[in-house]
């Protein structure tokens, strides 16, 4: 099994870099794993924006709602925000879970407001 990246991934991981070196990170932010306290809240929410005004939020889900990252793009992300100490996402149901289930399901008007 060969387990270097290939260009597009290399690439991937370079644009992701340069944003997290550029970021201003929030003040408290931490990687809470899947159960953030009431502290982390406010600091996530921030996050959160920071994320989807990047691009960087619903990595999964496809074009235009998301990035359409592959699974290794996923894990990269993943990776390079432990490095970091920094939290995927706020919340996992919303992103992973409930989104992609409107994006398949919903009606057109609640598709266009994702």
């Given at each position: 099994m060969d387990l270097r990246l290939t260009a597009?991934?290399?690439?991937?991981r370079d644009e992701l870099c340069a944003w997290l070196d550029s970021v201003e990170v929030p003040d408290g932010l931490r990687d809470f794993g899947s159960t953030p306290t009431a502290d982390d809240?406010?600091?996530?929410?921030?996050?959160?924006r920071q994320l989807a005004d990047a691009g960087w939020a619903a990595l999964s889900w496809p074009t235009p709602h998301g990035r359409?990252?592959?699974p290794a793009e996923q894990a990269?992300?993943?990776?390079e925000l432990a490095r970091r100490n920094l939290p995927r996402q706020l919340s996992f149901v919303t992103i992973e879970l409930a989104g992609p289930i409107l994006l398949r399901h919903g009606r057109p008007e609640q598709i266009e407001t994702m």
């Open positions: 597009d991934e290399a690439r991937f809240v406010p600091p996530a929410r921030q996050w959160q359409n990252a592959s990269i992300f993943a990776e």
